[in-house]
């Protein structure tokens, strides 16, 4: 999946995710208890002020008070909301679990 990550303040550390290699990352909400674990990887090298950063997005994994509420990883076909694994079904027809 392609997507942006948008910045206000840049750091040296958001200058790092520009290394093409897989990064993971955790974002967290300022107002919720709410943490995203990311898996990604940048799509192209941003010069001078990095405000946003176009990247794969390999997999997410969704915390609401340390409870898992989201896991998208589609390499490995997994889309689980709220416990409910929606691909479990497909993995089981193509005998990959």
């Given at each position: 999946m392609a997507?942006?990550?948008?910045?206000?303040e840049p750091t040296e550390d958001v200058r790092r995710l520009s290394a093409p290699e897989t990064h993971r990352i955790e974002i967290r909400s300022s107002q919720d208890a709410d943490r995203y674990v990311l898996v990604i990887q940048p799509l192209a090298l941003m010069?001078?002020?990095?405000?946003?950063?176009?990247?794969?997005?390999?997999?997410?994994?969704?915390?609401?008070?340390?409870?898992?509420?989201?896991?998208?990883?589609?390499?490995?076909?997994v889309w689980e909301v709220d416990g409910v694994d929606s691909l479990k079904v497909v993995r089981h027809q193509l005998g990959m679990s």
């Amino acid at each position: 999946m392609a997507t942006t990550i948008h910045f206000y303040e840049p750091t040296e550390d958001v200058r790092r995710l520009s290394a093409p290699e897989t990064h993971r990352i955790e974002i967290r909400s300022s107002q919720d208890a709410d943490r995203y674990v990311l898996v990604i990887q940048p799509l192209a090298l941003m010069l001078g002020s990095i405000k946003e950063l176009p990247i794969t997005l390999y997999s997410v994994i969704g915390y609401r008070n340390e409870n898992r509420f989201l896991m998208l990883d589609p390499l490995n076909m997994v889309w689980e909301v709220d416990g409910v694994d929606s691909l479990k079904v497909v993995r089981h027809q193509l005998g990959m679990s």
